[in-house]
């Protein structure tokens, strides 16, 4: 579940493309995650921090991925015409 909800929030971030709105989400789930260490009374799991790390830079590489291809796409139906 971390990892489908970092997902979605990297695939919202994307759609804005704005790298300060990259740069201050990426921050928050860190700041997020000190904030879980100090308040919990327990263990807390670097995997879930891993698990959102990666689901977030997954759809954000996805979402450049299907930028280019679309462009690719573009460029070549424009060669075409």
């Known amino acids: 579940m971390i990892f489908a909800t970092a997902m979605t929030i990297g695939i919202v971030v994307g759609m804005m493309r704005s790298a300060v709105s990259v740069a201050i989400v990426a921050a ?3 700041l997020a995650f000190l904030a879980a260490l100090f308040v919990s009374s327990g263990p807390v799991s670097f995997l ?3 698990l959102a790390i990666a689901g977030y830079n997954f759809a954000l590489l996805g ?6 291809t679309f ?3 573009r ?7």
Do not use: K, T, W, Y
Not at 75 to 81: E, G, K, L, W
């Open 28 to 30: 928050l789930m860190g």
């Open 48 to 50: 879930s921090l891993v």
């Open 63 to 68: 979402h450049v991925v299907a930028l280019l």
């Open 71 to 73: 462009e690719r796409g």
């Open 75 to 81: 460029r070549q139906q424009a060669q075409i015409s």
